[in-house]
């Protein structure tokens, strides 16, 4: 399977910080990939990296084999939804639908009118006046009606209410159900994404923590629970993400490929959400280098 | 055609609860012999999970013999929870009742029984995974 | 492409129209009036020098009969002033308008963010913006200008003919003429769009961009009749006696000489630039010589309490008998083509680099 992003060494400057650094990574195509890491990690500059709105600081990125935003051609492969949703508030849906038939050849108008139709919008509302979950729906429905083999969506979910966010993951899903599109969105919570990926990237404080398809993931992390234990003495091939004690037990998150044998452990499956927040901890435990106060990353 | 739902508490991955939902359809008699499962694209909507988590599910199903895809069609069921399993059933259950009885009079509530039986599956179950 | 520039750019286009017409509407209806004026005037049968004689009583027709709207001025008078006017705002007010928004309200909104990730590149998505938006703004702006030109055609003809009278008095060179008339204007315009969308790209917000993109294009309106047209073609230099040239001593800066010539002998329609007194050597004269004091008393009599103002005959002719002439500096009138095609050429050519910078700065992603 090719990679729909490949990065080497990447990393992102601003002055004296980085906002990304050191990313290396190769997203196979075919996947829907959950980028999940707290706010200031560095998703969006990764995917401002991706889409080609800004240039890295170190390192290379390749966007379907080729550099982001190379030409009109690439341009038309790869779907974006940016934060927030951007859409033009002063202009109505259907000249929005007009915006993406006349901007990109590869447009499938038929589908754009079946959505649109799907969601009850009114064409001639303004975009201005949608509510946050219709707004998010039109800006997927450009995205995704230019038939682009790649959708990269930046926190799509965030603001939206319980019933929006459902909803617009349903259409999510059918879209790449129907259209075998990859798919990278990013997300501050690990439960939007749960049930959607299948294929997870962990950032945080600017360094992607693990990578890789979920199932992988879920069967090569297990937690350990057993009498109270010194990490130090644990036979070799298993790699400590977190570690908690109490006097008497030591409970264990722990990476390895084999089986864990010691009849000591009581071994049990960890949740998607568990995982990565043991990665999340695990990046916040060593005093951080950079100085935590920034500001949020320009954007 | 039955309609899928996702516990997303239960701990069990998706693509098995879809797997369990099939199963028990069958056992029910919902779904017959040749009757079409529903669709990946259509469940994926539904119930916002990833298509290939559906897929995988339905794949499952046809190496355990129990549906087959026809490409561009869609997949149907081909196979049936044969009747044996439901003849060994009677015993089985009556066997159950037994138990139950005795862990009562031995002075378990309800949710040490519950307790008991969870873990003592939990084992066994992995004991025949390791 | 094409579409999406012409739907985000609607309104503006509407509303330029509408200024248009209405523009073109107050003036055709005072035209009439002021072409049989003209032709009750005289000046299109009249020969040589009668003709500037008529030519000023005409223009001062023009400005008589005040009362409209100001008590001063004339409806005439009014309609010149706004119609010059328009023309020298027009440029700043497209390139504040339509050019500074046109990429700091896509970088304030976020709207970059959908219109740079369809399936055109930036650099065709500016191209096209830029092209169809900036030969708007010059068509308009020029068609402001020709509009204007129709109607005041009998005042600058009378002008020509070396007439003159209140605000009737600057020819084909004055310095809100030559900017609002001929291609010019289509400099300015270009100018004046690719400064507003330079200023937005690098201000990213609209409101501070059109802010800077109207004071520096008012410094450069300021600054190009005083020190840039003059300089863009040689000067030519001639000494002529006061009163071939017309020239009046003006006692502005009295006792300091002031000659301020009115022709150049043999150059008609030529742009004096400047005027000096020069002794018979042809060196400068900075004083009016003290026996001309009475001359000079005499003139500020007529003109008690000013200091200004142009001095009597009998002052020129005073000075005149000294051996003193006035030596000018002009270009002639056979300049004025060349100068505008290169006062345009010019500002195209700073509207052409200002825009290659915004394409290469677009392209430079640093979101």
């Given at each position: 399977m090719t990679a729909v992003i490949e990065t080497e060494g990447l990393g992102k400057r601003y002055r004296a910080r980085w906002a990304l650094a050191g990313c290396t990574l190769s997203i196979p195509a075919g996947h829907v990939v959950g980028l999940v890491g707290p706010n200031g990690a560095g998703k969006t500059t990764l995917i401002n990296l991706a889409t080609g709105m800004l240039a890295p600081s170190a390192g290379t990125i390749e966007v379907l084999g080729g550099r982001p935003i190379a030409g009109p051609a690439q341009l038309a492969r790869v779907g974006y939804l940016a934060q927030d949703a951007p859409l033009y508030a002063g202009l109505p849906v259907a000249d929005h639908l007009r915006l993406g038939a006349h901007l990109n050849p590869g447009w499938d108008a038929d589908m754009a009118r079946r959505r649109v139709e799907r969601l009850c919008l009114d064409h001639r509302q303004k975009a201005g006046t949608l509510s946050g979950g219709q707004r998010a729906q039109l800006a997927l429905t450009l995205a995704v009606a230019k038939r682009p083999e790649l959708l990269i969506l930046d926190e799509p979910v965030a603001s939206l209410d319980p019933l929006a966010r459902r909803e617009f993951l349903q259409d999510l899903m059918e879209a790449v159900a129907e259209q075998e599109v990859s798919v990278v969105l990013s997300s501050h919570l690990i439960s939007d994404l749960e049930r959607a990926c299948d294929y997870v990237i962990v950032l945080v404080d600017s360094r992607v923590r693990v990578a890789g398809p979920v199932d992988d993931l879920l069967a090569t992390h297990h937690l350990l629970s057993g009498p109270r234990r010194d990490p130090a003495s644990l036979p070799g091939g298993l790699e400590v993400i977190s570690a908690s004690h109490t006097d008497v037990q030591t409970t264990l998150l722990v990476r390895t490929s084999g089986p864990v044998l010691d009849p000591v452990w009581t071994v049990s499956e960890v949740g998607l959400e568990d995982l990565v927040l043991a990665y999340m901890k695990q990046a916040a435990r060593p005093a951080p280098r950079n100085n935590r106060r920034h500001l949020e990353v320009q954007k | 055609m039955i309609e899928f739902h996702l516990d997303g508490r239960s701990g069990v991955a998706p693509y098995l609860q879809l797997i369990h939902q099939v199963r028990q359809a069958l056992r029910l008699g919902l779904l017959h012999k040749g009757d079409q499962l529903p669709k990946v694209k259509d469940v994926a909507a539904g119930l916002a999970i990833n298509p290939n988590t559906v897929l995988k599910a339905y794949r499952e199903l046809e190496y355990e013999g129990l549906a087959a895809a026809r490409p561009g069609v869609g997949t149907f069921v081909t196979g049936t929870l044969d009747g044996g399993s439901l003849a060994a059933h009677g015993p089985l259950r009556r066997e159950l009742q037994r138990w139950l009885t005795r862990a009562r009079r031995a002075g378990l509530d309800d949710e040490s029984i519950e307790a008991l039986f969870a873990s003592t599956f939990r084992s066994a179950r992995e004991e025949d995974i390791a | 492409m094409i579409w999406l520039t012409w739907r985000q750019f609607r309104a503006q286009a509407i509303t330029a129209a509408a200024a248009l017409a209405a523009f073109a509407i107050v003036?055709?209806?005072?035209?009439?009036?002021?072409?049989?004026?003209?032709?009750?005037?005289?000046?299109?049968?009249?020969?040589?020098?009668?003709?500037?004689?008529?030519?000023?009583?005409?223009?001062?027709?023009?400005?008589?009969?005040?009362?409209?709207?100001?008590?001063?001025?004339?409806?005439?008078?009014?309609?010149?002033?706004?119609?010059?006017?328009?023309?020298?705002?027009?440029?700043?007010?497209?390139?504040?308008?339509?050019?500074?928004?046109?990429?700091?309200?896509?970088?304030?909104?976020?709207?970059?963010?959908?219109?740079?990730?369809?399936?055109?590149?930036?650099?065709?998505?500016?191209?096209?913006?830029?092209?169809?938006?900036?030969?708007?703004?010059?068509?308009?702006?020029?068609?402001?200008?020709?509009?204007?030109?129709?109607?005041?055609?009998?005042?600058?003809?009378?002008?020509?003919?070396?007439?003159?009278?209140?605000?009737?008095?600057?020819?084909?060179?004055?310095?809100?003429?030559?900017?609002?008339?001929?291609?010019?204007?289509?400099?300015?315009?270009?100018?004046?769009?690719?400064?507003?969308?330079?200023?937005?790209?690098?201000?990213?917000?609209?409101?501070?961009?059109?802010?800077?993109?109207?004071?520096?294009?008012?410094?450069?309106?300021?600054?190009?009749?005083?020190?840039?047209?003059?300089?863009?073609?040689?000067?030519?230099?001639?000494?002529?006696?006061?009163?071939?040239?017309?020239?009046?001593?003006?006692?502005?800066?009295?006792?300091?000489?002031?000659?301020?010539?009115?022709?150049?002998?043999?150059?008609?329609?030529?742009?004096?630039?400047?005027?000096?007194?020069?002794?018979?050597?042809?060196?400068?004269?900075?004083?009016?010589?003290?026996?001309?004091?009475?001359?000079?008393?005499?003139?500020?009599?007529?003109?008690?309490?000013?200091?200004?103002?142009?001095?009597?005959?009998?002052?020129?002719?005073?000075?005149?008998?000294?051996?003193?002439?006035?030596?000018?500096?002009?270009?002639?009138?056979?300049?004025?083509?060349?100068?505008?095609?290169?006062?345009?050429?010019?500002?195209?050519?700073?509207?052409?680099?200002?825009?290659?910078?915004?394409?290469?700065?677009?392209?430079?992603?640093?979101?």
């Open positions: - | - | 003036l055709a209806i005072n035209e009439p009036s002021l072409s049989s004026m003209y032709d009750s005037s005289g000046l299109l049968t009249c020969h040589g020098d009668a003709c500037a004689g008529l030519a000023s009583t005409f223009l001062q027709n023009l400005s008589s009969g005040g009362g409209f709207l100001i008590p001063a001025a004339s409806v005439y008078m009014i309609l010149y002033f706004l119609g010059v006017l328009v023309i020298l705002i027009a440029p700043a007010v497209t390139g504040v308008f339509w050019g500074a928004p046109l990429i700091a309200r896509e970088l304030e909104a976020g709207t970059f963010r959908l219109a740079w990730n369809q399936s055109v590149t930036r650099t065709r998505w500016l191209a096209v913006k830029l092209a169809l938006i900036g030969v708007a703004a010059m068509a308009v702006t020029e068609a402001f200008s020709l509009i204007q030109a129709w109607w005041a055609a009998p005042i600058g003809k009378a002008i020509g003919l070396g007439g003159g009278a209140s605000i009737f008095s600057e020819g084909r060179f004055g310095w809100f003429v030559f900017p609002t008339h001929g291609i010019t204007p289509l400099g300015y315009a270009a100018f004046g769009f690719a400064l507003g969308v330079t200023a937005g790209l690098l201000a990213r917000r609209p409101i501070p961009a059109m802010a800077i993109t109207l004071a520096i294009f008012a410094a450069v309106q300021f600054i190009t009749p005083l020190w840039i047209r003059p300089h863009l073609f040689p000067t030519s230099r001639t000494v002529a006696t006061i009163a071939a040239a017309g020239a009046n001593v003006s006692l502005r800066a009295n006792p300091k000489l002031t000659l301020t010539a009115g022709v150049v002998p043999g150059q008609p329609g030529a742009w004096i630039m400047s005027s000096e007194g020069v002794n018979a050597a042809g060196q400068p004269v900075s004083a009016i010589p003290a026996s001309c004091e009475q001359a000079v008393s005499q003139a500020l009599g007529s003109h008690r309490g000013t200091t200004m103002g142009p001095g009597s005959a009998a002052l020129n002719k005073c000075v005149a008998s000294h051996g003193i002439r006035v030596a000018e500096s002009y270009q002639p009138a056979s300049h004025y083509w060349p100068l505008q095609w290169s006062e345009t050429g010019m500002f195209l050519a700073l509207a052409l680099v200002l825009a290659g910078y915004c394409f290469w700065r677009l392209n430079r992603r640093r979101s």
